[in-house]
């Protein structure tokens, strides 16, 4: 069989949607969704830069975290609603390797960043006198600077080998976007040596630091099982529950989609549970992390009287 020429040649994304009204209705609710996202991760970045009084590590860790989430969810949702509205389905071979590594970056960045998180929660309520030695401006930019190059250079290294595979089966990706599991449907050779490497990737960057994040949140849940004051331990418990919740639906769509033999992935399945970790968690982390907290709220009271004043 004649192998595909890399150089000239585009990948098709079949998309999400059925094009008819259903799917018009349903990109309609998405577009929300990422619109919703957008205004509340850039309204959270925003608040962490011009006040002061959220210059802390837990605020530096958030405002990335909003950061992460605004560049997740723009690398995906754009590119599958102009292939709706255009008709055109198309996407380069270079657009969709860039398209891949800035999503598995934002997605490995953000799984371990959840889990720094989790082990600040974790110092904060178990072990407060320690929290000032290990979770100070220094080390929290310490931590997100290594995060980011490492899945940085894990990223480049998978779409690098992608770019590289040879293709000469219909180059028609069953996906809304360039998911690396579902590309591997496409090449001529067998690629059981890099699956191996996708699911070691998986392990290190996904399900590990899950795994530490439910650690850190059960102890957390512990601790505040002890506390004698009723008023908060409810509060606490609501918040764990949300920030779990939000994580679980991240972390185990992610990583069941990811760590599953190709004999046993199905398409639509893999679209659907992609929703949730590329459009529904972006929307929901800015609200949970973020707009429910106290100063955070009193922070946009007081921008937005003053934007107000300025105003009139």
């Known amino acids: 069989m004649e192998k595909w020429n890399q150089t000239s040649n585009d990948f ?5 949607f059925p094009p008819n009204q259903t799917g018009l209705l349903l990109l309609f609710l998405i577009m929300l ?13 925003h608040l962490v830069r011009v006040d002061p009084h959220l210059h802390t590590p837990m605020y530096c860790l958030l405002s990335q975290l909003s950061l992460i989430d605004l560049m997740c969810i723009s690398t995906t949702v754009p590119k599958m609603a102009f292939n709706f509205l255009s008709g055109q389905k198309g996407i380069s071979f270079l657009r969709c390797g860039m398209q891949s590594f800035f999503f598995l970056t934002m997605a490995g960045s953000e799984d371990l960043l959840l889990a ?17 030695i290990h979770m100070n401006n220094r080390m929290c930019v310490k931590m997100i600077i290594g995060c980011w190059t490492v899945v ?7 779409t690098v080998y992608t770019l590289r595979i040879p293709y000469c089966r219909s180059r028609a990706i069953d996906h809304f976007f360039c998911d690396v ?11 059981w040596v890099y699956e191996y490497m996708v699911f070691v990737s998986t392990t ?16 957390v849940l512990f601790a505040v099982y002890c506390m004698h004051s009723k008023e908060g331990r409810n509060k ?26 190709r004999n046993l992935r199905s398409p639509a399945e893999d679209k659907i549970l992609a929703v949730f970790y590329t459009i529904l968690t972006p929307m929901l982390n800015p609200i949970i992390y973020s707009l429910r907290n106290k100063e955070v709220l009193e922070t946009m009271t007081r921008v937005f009287w003053v934007l107000s004043s300025l105003k009139e």
Do not use: K, Q
């Not at 940085?152 to 998978?158: D, I, M």
């Not at 599991?181 to 690629?191: E, V, Y």
């Open 33 to 45: 969704i990422f619109l919703l996202a957008s205004m509340g991760n850039m309204a959270m970045i």
């Open 236 to 261: 606490a418990f609501t918040t764990c529950s949300a920030l779990l919740t939000v994580e679980t639906c991240y972390c185990v769509p992610f990583t069941y989609t990811y760590l599953r033999p």
């Open 152 to 158: 940085s250079f894990n990223s480049l290294a998978h």
């Open 116 to 132: 720094i998180m989790a082990y600040y929660h974790y110092m904060a309520i178990c072990h407060p006198l320690h929290y000032p």
């Open 204 to 219: 290190l960057f996904l399900l590990l630091p899950f795994l530490g994040i439910t650690t850190s949140y059960g102890w």
């Open 181 to 191: 599991p579902a590309i591997l449907s496409l090449p001529c050779m067998d690629t």
């Open 12 to 16: 098709i994304l079949l998309g999400l």
